[in-house]
């Protein structure tokens, strides 16, 4: 089996009207197996880039992208996906809908589309339930997002990303927003997924000492480049104000 979990190979990529101004700029790395990695940097460094990149979101215009050894292409995009879920910022989840409903559309991309027709089989309410229970809302399960509270609405959104049992986690400033008490209560549910279920994560965030406490490795861009790849504990003080 690959330890290797993603690898960046002189990445490169940049929006069609600044060509000349790369959002990432030969970036090179590899993220083992059940690493849980913090990218910091700046607004612009190129961090969310580098997060949408990993799924297809972002075309690249240079170098190679591998998830689990398999080199990402329009061809290999469904199959890589499968193993890759995405914590996007705010939740993205659909406001009318209640909890349990928002979880189940993480299941519409491993049904097909004449079983998405005839509903869902009770044994994927079933998990939707037992994983917003676990998640602490058990009381939330059939009320509609848009009643609950920014840390609440984080949990279903997690819920829905662990019901498709990714590999990889991808969270994408899942903290923004949220008082202190509801992030540590999120990034807490991210570390024993980490932990626990050895679930690989890479997220995105902008406080220097959650990332150290909570991650095992501390990735700084500036302008597209990685200029830190180490503990968080060990970062050197020219970098802390990201």
Same mark, same amino acid.
């Given at each position: ?6 690898e960046?190979q002189? #990445? ?12 990432? &700029?030969g970036i090179s790395?590899?993220i083992?197996r059940?690493?849980f990695v913090?990218?910091?940097g700046? &607004?612009g460094?190129? !961090?969310s880039s580098?997060?949408?990149?990993l #799924?297809?979101?972002v075309?690249i215009?240079?170098?190679n992208?591998?998830?689990h050894g398999?080199?990402l292409t329009p061809?290999?995009?469904c199959?890589t996906r499968r193993d ?9 989840l659909?406001r009318?809908?209640s909890?349990?409903e928002n979880v ?5 991309g491993i049904?097909n589309?004449w079983?998405t027709f005839?509903?869902f089989?009770k044994?994927d ?7 917003l229970i676990?998640?602490g809302? !058990?009381? !939330? ?5 848009s009643?609950l ?6 949990r279903v ?14 969270a994408d ?9 509801a992030?540590d209560?999120v990034m807490?549910i991210?570390?024993?997924?980490n ?6 994560? #890479?997220t995105?965030?902008? +406080?220097?000492?959650i990332?150290a !406490?909570?991650a ?5 861009l500036?302008a597209?480049?990685?200029i830190? +790849?180490g &503990?968080?504990?060990?970062?050197p003080?020219q970098?802390?104000q #990201?």
């Open positions: 089996m690959n330890d290797i979990a993603i960046c002189n #990445v490169t990529t940049a929006y069609a009207s600044t060509l000349q101004r790369p959002i990432l &700029n790395l590899q083992k059940g690493e913090a990218l910091l700046l &607004n460094a190129g !961090k580098l997060l949408r990149s #799924v297809g979101l075309p215009h240079q170098g992208i591998c998830i398999t080199v061809r290999t995009l199959q890759v879920a995405m914590l996007f910022q705010g939740g993205g659909i009318q809908l909890a349990i189940l559309c993480g299941r519409l049904r589309t079983q005839w509903g089989p044994r309410r079933y998990l939707a339930e037992e994983l676990q998640l809302l !058990k009381d !939330k399960i059939h009320e509609k997002v009643q509270s920014g840390g609440q609405q984080q959104a997690i819920a829905r990303v662990l019901i498709q049992s990714p590999q990889i986690l991808l400033e899942p903290i923004t927003g949220l008082d202190v008490l992030s209560q807490q991210l570390s024993e997924l932990y626990q279920q050895e679930i690989t994560i #890479v995105v965030l902008h +406080d220097l000492a990332a !406490k909570y095992q490795r501390v990735i700084v500036e597209g480049c990685v830190y +790849d &503990n968080g504990d060990n970062l003080s970098f802390v #990201v």
